[in-house]
């Protein structure tokens, strides 16, 4: 079981920027993909953005043209780069990553934009 481990949330002013960081225990370049979601109390998980093995990118239209997503297969570690932040993106940012027979998750960094 791959383990990830989620970083850099935090509390930053709407119009911020943060970097979220998501470590996998092996070499990243075997997942399918890897994908970042968030989710607030009483709503479903949310997607956020995906980058395959291949390294396309797609991603949701409430962050696209301020979110950011790429890898570094060097040292394991895929990255959310956050820019122009807003109060709705509020959230427990998670990674997820697709391996050949099953997915799994991180534990959740805190992201909080304050008005």
């Known amino acids: 079981q791959v383990q990830l481990v989620e970083s850099g949330g935090g509390l930053v002013q709407a119009g911020g920027t943060l970097r979220l960081s998501c470590a996998a225990s092996l070499t990243i370049s075997t997942f399918n993909y890897m994908a970042w979601y968030r989710q607030v109390p009483g709503k479903q998980r949310e997607w956020v953005a995906t980058?395959?093995?291949?390294?396309?990118?797609a991603y949701a239209d409430s962050v696209r043209g301020r979110f950011s997503v790429s890898r570094d297969i060097a040292r394991n570690t895929m990255y959310l780069q956050m820019s122009t932040l807003k109060p709705d993106d509020t959230g427990v940012y998670y990674c997820k990553a697709q391996g050949p027979t099953q997915d799994d998750w991180g534990q959740g960094t805190q992201v909080t934009v304050s008005s």
């Open positions: 980058i395959t093995q291949g390294g396309s990118r």
